[in-house]
T-cell receptor, first 118, second 112 residues
């Protein structure tokens, strides 16, 4: 149980284009999902918290107009990197909290999406 | 501000040897602490967590961790390391809003 998937697993796009990354909780409902960014050989940096049916809350320094987050259902959140540039190249990881197990304070992580902007 | 420190960037141990990965936290109240493992190009898998109660926590894959309030530490241990344990390990603490703050990570190398 508690499986989180991400699609695509890797993507290469040209500078100036937009890329959408999907995060799905496969066997549980997630009212809250989180988006992280991880640079090579570095730790995870929280970008934003995605709440189903409401606007995402972004961490300080993260451009909300560049990283659009939509959490339209209890099992799906999407991150769209708009007008991507090479500096946006990174490993993006999502996580989700099980609505029915909120007391456990656990986050279940997806396998990540490798974005390369050329 | 709440923070998590992993002092060791890399650790190399021989297969079959014991392992201890260090983690220190800064938080006034009792923290919620986690250890995650990440294989290359993969997401994170939860090894174990501590919220309250018994300070020695057992996790998956033979790992355990001990919460020591006096030392603000939550070190991860394994009595006998296997080659498949080679990965990067992250210590994390829960903060307000159910967010996680991660340490910098420790890369474990296992030599045969």
């Amino acid at each position: 149980g508690a499986v989180v998937s991400q699609h695509p697993s890797w993507v290469i796009c040209k500078s100036g284009t937009s890329v959408k990354i999907e995060c799905r909780s496969l066997d549980f409902q997630a009212t809250t999902m989180f988006w992280y960014r991880q640079f090579p050989k570095q730790s995870l940096m929280l970008m934003a918290t995605s709440n189903e049916g409401s606007k995402a809350t972004y961490e300080q320094g993260v451009e909300k107009d560049k990283f659009l987050i939509n959490h339209a259902s209890l099992t799906l959140s999407t991150l769209t990197v708009t007008s991507a540039h090479p500096e946006d190249s990174s490993f993006y990881i999502c996580s989700a909290r099980d609505r029915g197990l909120a007391y456990r304070y656990e986050q279940y992580f997806g396998p990540g999406t490798r974005l390369t902007v050329t | 501000a709440q923070s998590v420190t992993q002092p060791d960037i890399h650790i190399t141990v021989s297969e079959g040897a014991s392992l201890e990965l260090r983690c220190n936290y800064s938080y006034g109240a009792t923290p919620y602490l986690f250890w995650y493992v990440q294989s290359p190009g993969q997401g994170l898998q939860l090894l174990l967590k501590y919220f309250s109660g018994d300070t020695l926590v057992q996790g998956i894959k033979g790992f355990e961790a001990e919460f020591k309030r006096s030392q603000s530490s939550f070190n991860l241990r394994k009595p006998s390391v296997h080659w498949s344990d080679a990965a990067e390990y992250f210590c994390a603490s829960r903060k307000r809003g159910n967010k996680l703050v991660f340490g910098a990570g420790t890369i474990l190398r296992v030599k045969s």
